[in-house]
Nanobody, 125 residues
Framework: QVQLVESGGGLVQAGGSLRLSCAAS????????MGWFRQAPGKEREFVAA????????HYTNSVKGRFTISRDNAKNSLFLQMNSLKPEDTAVYYC??????????????????WGQGTQVTVSS
């Protein structure tokens, strides 16, 4: 069992930055693939970024490439999402997710077994 708790959301102006954190409890964190997803009002949840157990194995949705950076600290059971050059369309609830790393399918929410409660990110124009 893995429990995930997100933090770091808030209100920021367009062009600003935020850093989201996800604290994980439970064993075997380092072996899990970790992902960030988001859900805007009236929209379906969408993939943002993921990192495999190997920290260099990262994946991003096209709309955040070059602006967002996902990273993990296995020693601290933590996942991060550095978000720069934020846009109003980045406004959403951001969720942290964990699942067994099978080497593929990182953008599919169905491959993740554990989810956090979400943290709100609001970007004003």
């Amino acid at each position: 069992q893995v429990q995930l708790v997100e933090s770091g959301g808030g209100l920021v102006q367009a062009g600003g930055s935020l850093r989201l954190s996800c604290a994980a409890s439970g064993r075997a964190f380092s072996s899990y693939a970790m992902g960030w997803f988001r859900q805007a009002p009236g929209k379906e949840r969408e993939f943002v970024a993921a990192v495999g157990w190997r920290r260099t194995n990262t994946h991003y949705t096209n709309s955040v490439k070059g602006r967002f950076t996902i990273s993990r600290d296995n020693a601290k059971n933590s996942l991060f999402l550095q978000m720069n050059s934020l846009k109003p369309e980045d406004t959403a609830v951001y969720y942290c997710a964990a699942g067994r790393d099978t080497g593929s399918g990182y953008s599919a929410d169905g491959r993740y077994d554990y989810w956090g409660q979400g943290t709100q990110v609001t970007v004003s124009s």
